[in-house]
């Protein structure tokens, strides 16, 4: 028989026992587990540290509502449920749950941060968050953030344009809500029947005509420009209107002006009408001069034929003359009267 490495044969049966010993420990390390209870939920919430719309409170009341934590064993807890249960919330963007050796459960959650509060027509109000996602207004705290005012609608399905219009919101409430001096000047943003963006400032008597978000890093540019030169010259309600609409310019109206066009063109309007009022009261007139005559006046009666007149005088007899054989003329014989008359003639003419 030969004879084995003694030392071989020692390590060979060190390493077996070193795996059955590990396997052991984690079997009864895993019975144990199963034997521990929560001992403390620790909750941690990220977000604004000023407008916390969700607290601790609120996610100990939604982990409760699917029993009690604190106490139970830890290996009965689903945790994939009690992390959906918790982004359930629509204030919870994010939600990861977790035990540590301490027994302990760890609730991290990530709060959605709202950028604009919308005022619909309605009377609804809600806010969205970066994503366009509905928020619900908060009894809370209220959040500080742009308003916007005049959105077409409130339903859960928005039509295309409305949906487009609503991205717009969220693309100039982002801009507003992290530019430090433009949210403190922009009190108000309203949207026109046009879907075009107007803004109230804080500051000034005046409505800044933005249009569409688009170009809004140059659009600002200008009218911070525009402020630090018409504001050192004018003062800050010198103007009525503020156009930053177009490349490269500004257009400011000033107070009253336009007033003051809008007063023209209706007076001018009025004049129109005054010079129109003599024609169409005199085609008034005339018409209700024909209605009287034609209610007062009888119709005439048509004219009846006139009737035929007839000559009473005896036409007197005409000599006929008579021609004979011998080409000589013979007058016919008169009557008695006429040989009177014939008398008469001859006696007068000696």
Known sequence: MRNLPWKKILMRT???????????FFVMAWQEKDKK?????QIQIAGEETQLFINERDI?????????????????LNLSAIEKTVAGNPWVKKAEIYYTNKQVLHVLIEERIPVARIFTPGGASFYLDSTG???????KVVARVPMFTGFPSDRPILSKPDSQLLK???TLGKFLYNDSLWSAQIAQVDITPQAIFELVPVIGDHIITLGKPTDLEQKFLRLQTFYKQAWMQKGVR???????????????????TAKAQIDSAQSALLIQGLMAQPALDAAAAADSMAAKVAANV???PAPKPAPKVVD????????????NINNKTKIAPLNNKAKQNSKTTKKSNN
């Open 14 to 24: 060190l390493w077996i026992m070193l795996g059955v010993a590990t396997m052991v």
């Open 37 to 41: 209870t929560v001992k403390d939920i």
């Open 60 to 76: 100990k009341e939604m982990l409760k509502a699917g029993g009690h934590i604190i106490g139970a064993q830890m290996s009965s």
């Open 133 to 139: 996602l509905r928020l619900p207004l908060s009894e």
């Open 168 to 170: 717009e919101v969220v």
């Open 238 to 256: 010198y103007y009525e209107r503020i156009d930053i609409r177009y490349k490269d310019q500004v257009v400011a109206i000033k107070q009253g």
């Open 298 to 300: 009888a119709v005439a």
């Open 312 to 323: 009473t005088v005896k036409q007197k007899a005409v000599l006929k003359p008579v021609i």
